[in-house]
């Protein structure tokens, strides 16, 4: 019942910028956490970040922390991805995850998340 539509994905370079977005529209009244995924080549899905959208409270993966930062803009159902000092590392395809509820799994589970966009490449160059 949650549509999620990602953009601002594309060709970044290394120590730039880049800001992904995710509009969620549907039954928007029952997101509990959003957050990002990504999958890099040859690599498992993982978690990068989530918040709660009721309180604001961020999660992030050790590895982009102090780089990447997650925030949301209730009123326009957007959730984004600021991503600064990209790194190769950082290449994949980045997905948008809603949850309907807390199922205890946990926010960086992505058994968690009920609902997912379609994903948006990020490529960044060395």
């Known amino acids: 019942q949650v549509q999620l539509v990602e953009s601002g994905g594309g060709l970044g370079q290394a120590g730039g910028s880049l800001r992904l977005s995710c509009v969620a529209s549907g039954r928007t009244s029952s997101t509990y956490n959003m957050g990002w995924f990504r999958q890099g080549p040859g690599k498992e899905r993982e978690f990068v970040a989530a918040i709660r959208l009721t309180t604001a409270y961020t999660s992030t993966r050790d590895s982009v922390k102090g780089r990447f930062t997650i925030s949301r803009d209730i009123a326009k159902n957007t959730v984004y991805l600021q991503m600064n000092s990209l790194r190769h590392e950082d290449t994949g395809v980045y997905y948008c995850?809603?949850?309907?509820?807390?199922?205890?799994?946990?926010?960086?589970?992505?058994?968690?998340?009920?609902?997912w966009g379609q994903g948006t490449q990020v490529t960044v160059s060395s």
């Open positions: 995850v809603a949850s309907s509820d807390y199922s205890g799994s946990g926010c960086r589970d992505m058994h968690e998340y009920d609902y």
